[in-house]
């Protein structure tokens, strides 16, 4: 099966779980970058990234690198910002005509990412495996984070095998 792993990552630990997801499963990789960068540290950054994704705003996209409607399954990854996907990634689901083809999501969150997940899940009822991610902040995975991420990509194996 066709597989496309799509991501926002803004200090980096998205990004991270991307590359060893697509790896792991063989799929192809593309990063939503957005137009107009957001601030990485202070007040500006939760002001702009979190309002907007609060209020399910989308954010202008630099063209997309790969064309999803060519793929059999998608998978998202975003970080989560004030219980919510960031910007970038509501962006690309208003964009994406074939949700049906997402099948998994996997969320950073400094506190807890089930409340993002458990909303997109609401959305885009195709998605069968999920997971929450802690430790947004760290430049690595966190050692816990390490058994949930393997669990999700052999969950994904065998949906996509």
């Not at 792991?24 to 907007?52: C, E, T, Y």
């Not at 970080?79 to 049906?100: I, Y």
Request: charged share 25%; proline share 4%.
């Amino acid at each position: 099966m066709k597989t496309l792993v799509v991501y926002y990552s803004l200090e980096g630990n998205t990004k991270e779980a991307a590359e060893k997801i697509a790896s792991s499963l063989g799929a192809d990789i593309m990063a939503l970058v957005p137009v107009k960068d957001i601030p990485k540290k202070g007040l500006l950054k939760f002001l702009h990234g979190g309002s907007g994704a609060t209020m399910g705003k989308g954010t202008e996209l630099q063209p997309y690198t790969l064309d999803a409607s060519t793929y059999d399954a998608i998978i998202i990854g975003t970080p989560v910002w004030a219980g919510k996907p960031s910007m970038a990634m509501n962006q690309f689901l208003m964009d994406l005509k074939n949700k049906e083809k997402i099948i998994g999501a996997f969320a950073f969150a400094g506190g807890s990412a089930e409340k993002c997940l458990a909303g997109l899940c609401e959305k885009l009822p195709s998605i069968k495996h999920k997971v929450g991610l802690a430790d947004r902040n760290s430049k690595k995975l966190a050692p816990e984070n390490e058994g949930k991420l393997n669990a999700f990509i052999e969950a994904l194996k065998a949906e996509i095998a």
